[in-house]
């Protein structure tokens, strides 16, 4: 295939030292414009009385319903904890109300296909020294204005784990990601401390064999970025965002890859896959 790396030494030495790199202009403005019209288009074709299914990162306990499972080979759609009244109604319009849609973005819908399976995705993965790629999940997050959810402290490996550990996250902002709106955040060299914990899935649902540990939130450093530009997260790197209590939201597409050569996947993560994913390439 003739894949070549596209990284730096400079931003290799950076990205293995302080657990995350961020690449401006990574994505064009046409690619940012044809990602946010086909989530228009999907959100029109949406009916949300078809599901009530609500993503919260502070209680998975709640997600242990069919449509969270089967959500990881689909595009699904995951409300915001505050967009319901009491009464189980929307407060405002579907479009402001959704939290997230995944987990098949890149697997099923041709326009993210596209930026997910690019050449220059494929390069940034064989930088970092990937030998047989697969991207496991894709997420459009959404961050709504005044009610987009806090993500508290975690790290994708927890979550997508293989053995050896192979996961890293691909974040890429559509709109300009603050301080207000609920930009990343991260602890510097955190990854080097290796796997705090696990999110398991067993007969009776899905949970963390572990507490989470309590964090000086002193030891975080915001990530602002432009639109356009994309994080790379290493799989064990402390990472959150808080609640988006500004009027404008803060949209961006994320993708989480393992590596299928020589690496294991774990058969109690969630994401139980029925078929083999295509790898991004093979070395």
């Excluded at 939130?217 to 799989?235: C, M, N, R, T, Y």
Aim: some cysteine.
């Amino acid at each position: 295939m003739g894949i070549v790396g596209n990284l730096s030494p400079e931003q290799l030495h950076s990205f293995n030292s302080q657990g995350f790199l961020v690449m401006e202009s990574f994505a064009s403005p046409e690619e940012i414009g044809a990602m946010r019209k086909r989530m228009d288009e999907l959100l029109q074709d949406f009916d949300p009385s078809t599901t009530a299914s609500i993503f919260s990162t502070k209680n998975q306990l709640k997600l242990t319903s069919e449509y969270f499972y089967e959500s990881a080979e689909k595009i699904s759609f995951f409300f915001e904890e505050k967009a319901f009244d009491d009464d189980g109604n929307l407060k405002q319009s579907k479009e402001l109300s959704i939290n997230k849609v995944g987990h098949a973005l890149h697997e099923i819908d041709p326009v993210f296909k596209e930026i997910s399976c690019s050449q220059k995705v494929s390069s940034l993965l064989f930088s970092l020294g990937y030998k047989r790629p697969v991207i496991i999940q894709s997420m459009y997050i959404f961050k709504q204005p005044g009610i987009g959810g806090e993500v508290t402290p975690h790290q994708d490996n927890s979550f997508l784990y293989t053995e050896p550990k192979s996961c890293t996250g691909l974040w890429l902002a559509l709109e300009d990601a603050t301080i207000v709106n609920g930009c990343l955040w991260a602890i510097p060299e955190s990854q080097k401390n290796g796997l705090v914990r696990r999110f398991i899935r067993g007969e009776d649902g899905v949970y963390f064999d572990q507490p989470s540990p309590s964090y000086d939130q002193k030891d975080f450093v915001p990530i602002e970025v432009k639109a356009g530009s994309l994080v790379v997260i290493h799989g064990d790197l402390i990472h959150q965002s808080f609640e988006n209590q500004s009027p404008k939201s803060r949209h961006a597409y994320s993708l989480h890859v393992v590596d299928t050569d020589g690496c294991k996947w774990a058969e109690d993560n969630w994401i139980k896959r029925k078929v083999e994913p295509e790898p991004l390439y093979a070395s």
